[in-house]
C-alpha cells in the first residue's frame, strides 16, 4: 500500500549527493528512488514528504533534503530511510485516507514516521492510524494556537482538534498545547481546553524554561509542530506574521525531546512557507529528534524501580508520590485513578513530570499537570 500514495526522491536531489562523505546523513539514509525501495523490515525511521503542488506558501520539501542530506550523522546504530513525497488527494479527506493507511503501515513494521510538509490539519489523518489499537492517544501540539473551535465551524485547518474531540470512534485521550499566545486564541477555546482539562503552557513560560515542555512530549503518542510556532526572524518569511515565538535553539531542543521520548510513535513538522532558512531549520529539528531517538532509555518505574528514587511529600491531607530516575533525572508522579463508581478497586498510574511539579508539592502546592490529570477521570 505505501508504494502506491509514495513519489520517489527527485533525481536533481539524488544527483547532489551521490558522492556524500561516509558520515554525511545522505551517504547513511536509505532511499527510496525510482529503482529501489527501503526493506521497511531494516528500518527504524522514515521521513516522508508532504508536497500540495497548489499551496501558494509550503515547505521546500526538495530543498529540506539538500540541507539535511549534507549534516553529519551522530553516533546511530539505526536504520533511517526517506520514502519520498506524499503527494495531496483531490480533497482533504483523501489526503487523510493516504497519510492514515500509510502511517498504519508504517507501525505494523515498527517504522516511526517523520511527516514534513503540508498543513497542519494532517494531523488528524496521523491520529486516524491509531483507531484499531484499542488505546488512548495523547497528542502533544507545538503551537501558538489550538486549532479547536466551535462545533459548529468546519474549516479544517482551524478545527482538526475539535473533530478529534467529537468524531466517533473517539480514542484522544489528551492534548497539550505547547507555546500558545494568549492573542491568537479566543476566549471560548480557552475556556473549551480548561474545561477538557487539556494542558496549556503558555509562550512565555517556555522562555523562562524550555525542559517544561519535556514531560508533555514525554507523554504524548503524536508530536504535531506548526512552523508559524517559531519567531518570524527565524523562518525568514516576511509574510510570516508572528513577530513573537520560539528561537532555533527552543524549536530543536523540544525536537529532541519529543525524540528521546520512548512513547512518541509519529512526529510531524506543518505549516512551512518554503524559504531556505526555513528549509535549514527543519533539517536541523529533524536532525535532534532522530539524535534523542538513538538516546532513548526505555525506562519507567512501574516495571522497574530499582533504578528509581522514591520521594514521599504531605500535600493538603494526602501523600503525593514522586519517583525520580537516576540515570536520566526524569521524574514522574503517581496518581490514583478510579475505575468506576460501582467499582471499589483502585488503580496508580505515573504521570510524566518536572522538577518543578515536585518543588510545587514541596511548597503544599498541588501542580497544575496532577490536577488536570485527576479531575479529567472523574
Same mark, same amino acid.
Request: glycine share 6%; proline share 4%.
Given at each position: 500500500?505505501?508504494?502506491?500514495?509514495?513519489?520517489?526522491?527527485?533525481?536533481?536531489?539524488?544527483?547532489?549527493?551521490?558522492?556524500?562523505?561516509?558520515? *554525511?546523513?545522505?551517504?547513511?539514509?536509505? !532511499?527510496?528512488?525510482?529503482?529501489?525501495? @527501503?526493506? &521497511?523490515?531494516? %528500518?527504524?525511521?522514515? &521521513?516522508?514528504?508532504?508536497?500540495?503542488?497548489?499551496?501558494?506558501?509550503?515547505?521546500?520539501?526538495?530543498?529540506?533534503?539538500?540541507?539535511? /542530506?549534507?549534516?553529519?550523522?551522530?553516533? =546511530?546504530?539505526?536504520?533511517?530511510?526517506?520514502?519520498?513525497? &506524499?503527494?495531496?488527494?483531490?480533497?482533504?479527506?483523501?489526503?487523510?485516507?493516504?497519510?492514515?493507511?500509510?502511517?498504519?503501515?508504517?507501525?505494523?513494521?515498527? %517504522?516511526? @514516521?517523520?511527516?514534513?510538509?503540508?498543513? *497542519?490539519?494532517?494531523?488528524?489523518?496521523?491520529?486516524?492510524? /491509531?483507531?484499531?489499537?484499542?488505546?488512548?492517544?495523547?497528542?502533544?501540539?507545538?503551537?501558538? !494556537?489550538?486549532?479547536?473551535?466551535?462545533?459548529?465551524?468546519?474549516?479544517?485547518?482551524?478545527?482538526?482538534?475539535?473533530?478529534?474531540?467529537?468524531?466517533?470512534?473517539?480514542?484522544?485521550?489528551?492534548?497539550?498545547?505547547?507555546?500558545?499566545?494568549?492573542?491568537?486564541?479566543?476566549?471560548?477555546?480557552?475556556?473549551?481546553?480548561?474545561?477538557?482539562?487539556?494542558?496549556?503552557?503558555?509562550?512565555?513560560?517556555?522562555?523562562?524554561?524550555?525542559?517544561?515542555? +519535556? @514531560?508533555?512530549?514525554?507523554?504524548?503518542?503524536?508530536?504535531? %509542530?506548526?512552523?508559524?510556532?517559531?519567531?518570524?526572524?527565524?523562518?525568514?518569511?516576511?509574510?510570516?506574521? #508572528?513577530?513573537? $515565538?520560539?528561537?532555533?535553539?527552543?524549536?530543536?531542543?523540544?525536537?529532541?525531546?519529543?525524540?528521546?521520548?520512548?512513547? %512518541?510513535?509519529?512526529?510531524?513538522?506543518?505549516?512551512?512557507?518554503?524559504?531556505?532558512?526555513?528549509?535549514?531549520?527543519?533539517?536541523?529539528?529533524?536532525?535532534?529528534?532522530?539524535? $534523542?531517538?538513538?538516546?532513548?532509555?526505555? +525506562?519507567?518505574?512501574?516495571?522497574?524501580?530499582?533504578?528509581?528514587?522514591?520521594?514521599?511529600?504531605?500535600?493538603?491531607?494526602?501523600?503525593?508520590?514522586?519517583?525520580?530516575? #537516576?540515570?536520566?533525572?526524569?521524574? =514522574?508522579?503517581?496518581?490514583?485513578? #478510579? &475505575?468506576?463508581?460501582?467499582?471499589?478497586? !483502585? #488503580?496508580?498510574?505515573?504521570? @510524566?513530570?518536572?522538577?518543578?511539579?515536585?518543588?510545587?508539592?514541596?511548597?503544599?502546592?498541588?501542580?497544575?499537570?496532577?490536577?488536570?490529570?485527576?479531575?479529567?477521570?472523574?
Amino acid at each position: 500500500m505505501i508504494l502506491e500514495f509514495l513519489q520517489p526522491i527527485s533525481e536533481e536531489v539524488l544527483q547532489c549527493y551521490d558522492e556524500a562523505l561516509p558520515s *554525511q546523513i545522505g551517504n547513511y539514509i536509505l !532511499k527510496h528512488t525510482s529503482s529501489e525501495f @527501503p526493506d &521497511l523490515s531494516q %528500518v527504524k525511521i522514515a &521521513l516522508v514528504g508532504v508536497v500540495d503542488e497548489h499551496a501558494p506558501y509550503a515547505l521546500d520539501v526538495e530543498e529540506f533534503r539538500k540541507q539535511f /542530506y549534507q549534516l553529519h550523522t551522530g553516533q =546511530w546504530n539505526q536504520s533511517i530511510a526517506d520514502l519520498g513525497d &506524499l503527494m495531496v488527494g483531490a480533497s482533504a479527506e483523501d489526503t487523510y485516507f493516504a497519510l492514515k493507511g500509510l502511517v498504519k503501515e508504517l507501525h505494523q513494521y515498527q %517504522v516511526l @514516521p517523520i511527516i514534513i510538509g503540508g498543513t *497542519q490539519d494532517l494531523t488528524y489523518g496521523m491520529y486516524r492510524a /491509531y483507531e484499531n489499537l484499542d488505546q488512548m492517544i495523547n497528542l502533544a501540539n507545538v503551537d501558538g !494556537k489550538f486549532d479547536i473551535q466551535a462545533a459548529e465551524i468546519s474549516i479544517p485547518k482551524y478545527s482538526y482538534v475539535s473533530r478529534m474531540i467529537l468524531e466517533a470512534p473517539i480514542y484522544l485521550h489528551n492534548v497539550s498545547n505547547l507555546g500558545y499566545q494568549t492573542y491568537w486564541n479566543s476566549h471560548e477555546s480557552i475556556e473549551l481546553m480548561d474545561r477538557l482539562y487539556f494542558d496549556m503552557i503558555k509562550l512565555g513560560d517556555l522562555h523562562a524554561n524550555i525542559h517544561l515542555a +519535556e @514531560p508533555y512530549l514525554r507523554d504524548a503518542d503524536i508530536v504535531s %509542530v506548526d512552523l508559524t510556532s517559531v519567531e518570524a526572524s527565524y523562518i525568514g518569511f516576511q509574510g510570516h506574521n #508572528n513577530p513573537n $515565538g520560539f528561537n532555533g535553539k527552543e524549536i530543536c531542543a523540544m525536537a529532541r525531546y519529543a525524540g528521546i521520548s520512548d512513547r %512518541v510513535t509519529t512526529f510531524g513538522i506543518f505549516e512551512g512557507k518554503g524559504t531556505p532558512q526555513e528549509s535549514f531549520l527543519t533539517a536541523q529539528m529533524i536532525w535532534y529528534f532522530i539524535e $534523542g531517538y538513538h538516546f532513548r532509555a526505555m +525506562e519507567y518505574p512501574i516495571t522497574n524501580r530499582n533504578n528509581f528514587t522514591k520521594y514521599i511529600v504531605p500535600v493538603d491531607h494526602q501523600e503525593m508520590v514522586f519517583y525520580k530516575s #537516576n540515570l536520566t533525572g526524569k521524574w =514522574w508522579m503517581e496518581i490514583e485513578l #478510579n &475505575l468506576g463508581k460501582n467499582n471499589k478497586n !483502585k #488503580n496508580t498510574t505515573l504521570l @510524566p513530570c518536572s522538577h518543578e511539579d515536585y518543588l510545587h508539592a514541596c511548597n503544599q502546592e498541588i501542580p497544575d499537570r496532577w490536577w488536570r490529570a485527576y479531575r479529567k477521570q472523574l
